[in-house]
Structures are given as structure tokens and as C-alpha cells.
């Protein structure tokens, strides 16, 4: 039943049901988290970057990959894409996302799915979207070379958590073994490595700082097209400087 067909009473014990919620969504008036500790997410952070993409996406297939509760899947439907699959490895969010999806009559796919399996798709989408998402991730790196090579088709709508220095810096191509003083640079591109847990989440493995961030897109075959903010990036299918071949138990796992 839609959420136009429910009262009031009824929808918001259903949403209650499917708790608790990470995205902050609105299905027939009722917001999922209101008391998010972000405040109005991703809504607000939508804001500042949805102007990169276009308004009218007809004939373009969309791959949301981490799409927690479907808010940009949704947002993709709303803006006429053809196809919109989204993925996530937890079911948890892909409840929320199919109820949500089916409050408003969209047409979305949802699929249990780990960014480490996507060859296992065997397709290539217009846009995928990977955001909030490389930092819960023991191999990064891989993960981008699987996206490159197995499911982007043109563009990705990329944003991953950053700290330590912002500053683009580019080190030379090849320095001597000999060089040191270089790694001592607060803006050198870093990997943040967290061992236990950041703000209580044990998925929270690699913190990038702005140059090590752009630096992997670049070293995945990415050209980054766009910064809208500081963390979100959208990036065009660029050429690798050198081949990567992801291990084959990687690629054939179903």
C-alpha cells in the first residue's frame, strides 16, 4: 500500500518498524530521522552538488553502489533515469529502500550486493554513484579498479571522507629512494589508517586527506571533472598510465 493510502498513524508505525534510519527521507510527509545527528541527510549535502548532474536523465541507467536507504536512487528517478539499480551489502537498508522506492511508485532494483562482486553484473551503467562509502572499505583501491573496469560506462558522483590537510599537492612522478624530506609534508597524499573505530563505527578503515583522495581516482583511471564541495567529486572515464589486473578470485566470486 502506498503511502498516499495510509493514515498518518499507520505509515509512521511502518517506518518506526523499519528503524532505525541512516537517511533522512520523506514518505508521505514523515521524515525517517529527524533527530539525524547530521542534521536534514543527505538532503542538505544534495544541495550542494546535485547541480553537476542533469536534471533530465532520461535514457540513462544509474548504479547507486552503497545505496543505504535509496536516497539518491530515488533522486535519479525523480529525474527520469531509464534504469536505477541499487546496491548495498547490508538488508537492513535495502528494506528502507524498497519500501521508500515503492511509496512512490518508482521503479528502482535493489540487490543485496558487495562493491567487491560488481564484475558479477556483467553491464556498464551511464553514472555510478559511490558515495559515503570508500572509507568503510578494508581495500579502497580495489574497489575503485573494479568500478573502472567492470561497471562505469561514462561518468561517477564520487564523495568519501577527508581529514588532515585539503591542499591538492601533486608529488613529482619519480623521486630517488634517497628522497625523505617529502613524506614529512603535512599536505603529501595520506592514508589515515584507523586500527579500532572512528566516531564508534568499526567500518571506518582508511581516511584519505584531499591529495591522497584525488591521487587514487587518478592512479584508479579516473579524471576528476568536477569538485562541487570539498569531499564530492564527479569523474569521467579517463586512461590508466599502467594495467591493473584485480586478483581473479575477486573477479569470479558470485
Keep these: 500500500m502506498k503511502a498516499a493510502q495510509r493514515t498518518g ?15 533522512n527521507l520523506r514518505i508521505g510527509g514523515i521524515q525517517t530521522a529527524p533527530d539525524h545527528f547530521l542534521g536534514d541527510y543527505p538532503a542538505f549535502k544534495w544541495q550542494g552538488f546535485k547541480h553537476v548532474l542533469p536534471e533530465d536523465m532520461s535514457g540513462m541507467s544509474v548504479l547507486d553502489i552503497g545505496c543505504n536507504a535509496g ?19 547490508d538488508p537492513h537498508y ?11 511508485d518508482l ?17 556498464r551503467f551511464d553514472l555510478v554513484i559511490f558515495m559515503g562509502v570508500l572509507y568503510h572499505l578494508r581495500h579502497p583501491l580495489l574497489a575503485l579498479d573494479l568500478i573502472y573496469e567492470h561497471v562505469l560506462g561514462r561518468e561517477m558522483l564520487f564523495q568519501c571522507l577527508q581529514r588532515g590537510d585539503e591542499r591538492p599537492f601533486r608529488p613529482e612522478e619519480n623521486t630517488p629512494f634517497s628522497e625523505w624530506a617529502m613524506f614529512d609534508r603535512p599536505d603529501y597524499p595520506k592514508l589515515f589508517f584507523v586500527e579500532e573505530r572512528y566516531a564508534d563505527d568499526p567500518t571506518n578503515w582508511f581516511i584519505p586527506n584531499g591529495a591522497a583522495m584525488q591521487a587514487m581516482l587518478r592512479s584508479a583511471g579516473f579524471e576528476i571533472t568536477a569538485q562541487p564541495e570539498r569531499e564530492v567529486f564527479l569523474c569521467k572515464r579517463g586512461q590508466r598510465h599502467y594495467a591493473v589486473e584485480p586478483p581473479p578470485s575477486i573477479l569470479t566470486r558470485r
Design 9 to 23: 498513524q499507520d505509515l509512521a508505525g511502518e517506518i518506526a518498524a523499519l528503524g532505525p534510519w541512516f537517511h
Design 71 to 89: 536516497f539518491y536512487s530515488l533522486e535519479m528517478k525523480r529525474r527520469g533515469a531509464t534504469r536505477v539499480l541499487g546496491l548495498d551489502a
Design 94 to 104: 535495502l528494506r528502507q529502500a524498497q519500501f521508500a522506492a515503492e511509496q512512490e
Design 107 to 123: 521503479n528502482i532494483e535493489f540487490r543485496q550486493m558487495s562493491v567487491y562482486d560488481v564484475a558479477a553484473l556483467g553491464e
